[in-house]
């Protein structure tokens, strides 16, 4: 499982008005995949989200979308939780 405390993100590559997840879900790497995965107990079991989020097509779209809203549970896009917040840290 792979698990960085903080993956290179380039935010200039993300959608500025990301689509909300009912336009993309379908065609997301997690669909249909047991929700509980994505909101691991502690960062060091996302392991198994961050896979899924690896593979996935429109990841862009979902960190974008994530970021935007200001999701604070669970795995979005790539990013753990506390992921996104160094990430929104030094984007502000
Ligand atoms: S990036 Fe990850 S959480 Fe987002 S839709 Fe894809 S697999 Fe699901």
Known sequence: MRFERFPKVDV???????APPDY???RAAC??????????IS???AG???TFCDSCRIKEE????ALKNG????VWGGLTEQQRR???RQVA
Request: charge should be negative.
């Open 12 to 18: 200039s590559i993300l959608p500025p008005n990301p």
């Open 24 to 26: 993309w879900q379908e």
């Open 31 to 40: 669909f249909g995949v047991d929700s509980d995965i994505f909101f691991p």
């Open 43 to 45: 960062e060091e079991e």
């Open 48 to 50: 198994p989200a961050l």
């Open 62 to 65: 979902c960190l974008a979308w």
């Open 71 to 74: 999701e604070r549970y669970g």
């Open 86 to 88: 160094r990430l929104q």
